[in-house]
Structures are given as C-alpha cells and as structure tokens.
C-alpha cells in the first residue's frame, strides 16, 4: 500500500469517527503536543456531486457543511483535517492525529487510536 493511499485512509476514517472517541483514544496515548494553526478550524461548505446508477453524468446533489483545519507540531510536522458538520474541535483532533502519523508516534497512533 503505498504511503498515499494509507494517508487517505487515516483521514478517512478520523472523519467517520465521532469526535469523542476519537478524543477519548487520542488522550489514552498520553501524547499532547504542542502545535500551532496553520488555518484555525473554519466551517464552510462543499458541494456532493452524484452519478445515476454510478455510470451516467455526474450532476450536483446539494451541499454538505465541512470543517477544516491545518496545523503544525512544534518539530515542523504539518497535519490537516476535514469533518462533516461543524465540529471545530473535531477538525482539529484530526489535523493533530495527522500530523503525528507521519512521525515516530506513528506506530503508537495506529495501535491504540486506529486500530480500535
């Protein structure tokens, strides 16, 4: 699986998670970095595009609300996050779980926040 493709998967899958689980598994790790925005966490809007029986023209189906944030550790690691709704506080546990995969806490992130 190539480094990208695991990326999405991560991202996806915080997205999908209710924030207090993911926070309740972020604070089991112990870790609590000190981090910077990059973009506060700011809500807006996304627009859902959809195909006929997935073969014909994709045409727009309506908006979503979406959060986003970007953020930076202190030793210059960069994460991002993207949720459905307006969780601000969400976005931000994703941006920050993120960020700490692409270092050495990564094994430690898959594991005890992840996996489960």
Known sequence: MSK???RKGWM???ARTPAED??????DTGLSPDYAYL?????GGVMVRGRAGATGAAFNL??????RCALQ?????????????????????AALIDALMQGAEAALIRDRVLAP
């Open 73 to 93: 550790l202190g030793d210059g690691r960069v994460g991002h996050g993207y949720v459905q709704g307006r969780d601000k506080r969400h976005a931000t546990q």
């Open 22 to 27: 993911v926070q309740t598994l972020l604070s």
């Open 4 to 6: 990208e493709t695991e």
């Open 39 to 43: 973009r506060a966490p700011e809500v």
């Open 62 to 67: 309506g908006e979503m609300t979406v959060t």
């Open 12 to 14: 996806g899958l915080l």
